[in-house]
């Protein structure tokens, strides 16, 4: 059965009400309602508007006060590229000189509303209805984006100067949505990008961060990009959009700006060319971006570094420095990974809060917590001490670092 409640939302009585709503509250959500409802509105309505300010809410993360002027679907939202990194993707285009792009699989239109704020004359093509009419309401403010319902295959691409796809990767159902990881299985899929790309048209492609080194084509720029720790994206970028000499990047944004960090080689599993060395000085926890991009290595080089383990993405440093691409930790004692021990030192040490991090390791750290922590103080009473575990292997031995994280600047 199609979903009805965004056209409850865009009738004139909806649109009037979700506007004079508060700034949704979970814990007013009931009250509101039955207020609503006894004030003549229908169930049906009420619920809809409902859906859609909480929706709103949600989005401020990634749209900030652009959230209260649009709407959304739920799963739009969940797939919509925030609006900081799309601002990023547009540029690409201002700057490649690329006036007519066509947006195929627009989602809500996060990417067109980037595009038309740099005066990019966009189409934005989107399959399913409800989210073309999300679309269509959120770029009504930019006369140059035109939204248009079909498929991104099926879209005449004659006169556009590029292309931007952002391929759905979730099936969705009654119970929600379910990711997928083959990106054959995408809508569309990567074989129709690359087809794009080999017939000359300027191409982006925004793909999930787990996308596999191998399954890239050989003839672009892949580009990991996380947004405060949270790796949200790997964008492929082809033709006169990809950069010369970068075939791998990791960018991270942050509070402090973004930095980025490339390389113009493919990557090779085996040619992690940094040293091995023990656990000394202070701790590094590469960025996800830099983990995704193979780029842990170069980061222990900047770092004059080395790695624990060849297969695990710490790195130590005998002096601190600071780079954007690694949280830091100060290494305070290396132990050996022994729960009963581990129990008697959180204890002696009057430890109530546990910060447990993990790599390399088949450790449950909430689990873990729970029983190194369970009665520890005196009459089962917890301590007052804070402090940070990082498990993980040094070749065949598994330890238990415990560590003081660097205070970022």
Not at 297 to 323: K, N, Q, S
Not at 365 to 373: D, G, I, T, Y
Request: aromatic residues 6%.
């Amino acid at each position: 059965m199609p979903d009805t409640s965004l056209a409850h939302v865009l009738s004139p009585e909806g649109w009037q009400l979700l506007n004079s709503l508060p700034p949704y509250l979970e814990s007013e959500s009931l009250k509101l309602n039955t207020d609503l409802r006894k004030a003549g509105h229908s169930p049906e309505l009420v619920a809809a508007v409902l859906t859609q300010a909480k929706l709103r809410m949600k989005a401020r993360a990634k749209f900030g006060p652009f959230a209260e002027h649009m709407v959304f679907t739920a799963p739009g939202l969940e797939q919509a590229t925030r609006l900081n990194v799309a601002a990023l993707h547009a540029r690409r285009y201002q700057e490649a000189g690329l006036e007519k792009v066509a947006d195929l699989g627009c989602g809500i239109g996060a990417d067109s509303l980037a595009l038309a704020t740099l005066d990019r004359q966009v189409t934005a093509v989107e399959l399913d209805e409800i989210t073309a009419a999300a679309a269509t309401i959120n770029l009504m403010p930019w006369p140059e984006a035109t939204v248009v319902q079909g498929r991104a295959e099926e879209f005449d691409l004659t006169g556009f100067d590029g292309v931007w796809l952002d391929p759905a990767r979730r099936t969705t159902s009654t119970s929600g949505t379910t990711r997928i990881f083959d990106p054959e299985a995408f809508s569309p899929p990567l074989s129709f990008v690359e087809s794009l790309a080999d017939s000359g048209l300027p191409v982006g492609v925004k793909m999930g961060p787990g996308i596999p080194h191998e399954a890239l084509p050989a003839n672009c720029e892949a580009q990991w990009v996380s947004v405060d720790g949270d790796v949200t994206e790997a964008t492929l970028w082809f033709n006169t959009l990809r950069r010369e000499n970068v075939r791998r990047a990791a960018l991270v944004i942050g509070s402090g700006g973004a930095a980025e960090l490339t390389s113009p080689v493919d990557y090779d599993a085996g040619a992690q060319d940094v040293e091995l060395g023990p656990a000394e000085g202070y701790l590094y926890e590469p960025d996800g971006a830099v983990i995704r991009a193979g780029l842990v290595a170069d980061v222990a080089r900047t770092l004059d570094g080395h790695l624990l383990d060849p297969h695990i993405a710490y790195i130590c440093a005998p002096e601190l420095r600071e780079t954007p691409f690694a949280r830091a930790y100060r290494i305070l004692e290396v132990r050996p990974y022994n729960v009963k021990a581990l129990r008697s030192w959180v204890k002696e040490n009057h430890i109530g809060v546990l910060d447990i991090k993990k790599r390399g390791m088949s450790v449950t750290p909430e689990e873990l917590r729970k029983a190194l922590l369970t009665g520890t103080g005196k009459g089962g009473a917890k301590g007052q001490n804070k402090a940070t575990l990082v498990l993980t292997r040094i070749g065949e031995d598994r330890v238990a670092l415990v560590v003081e994280p660097v205070p970022e600047s």
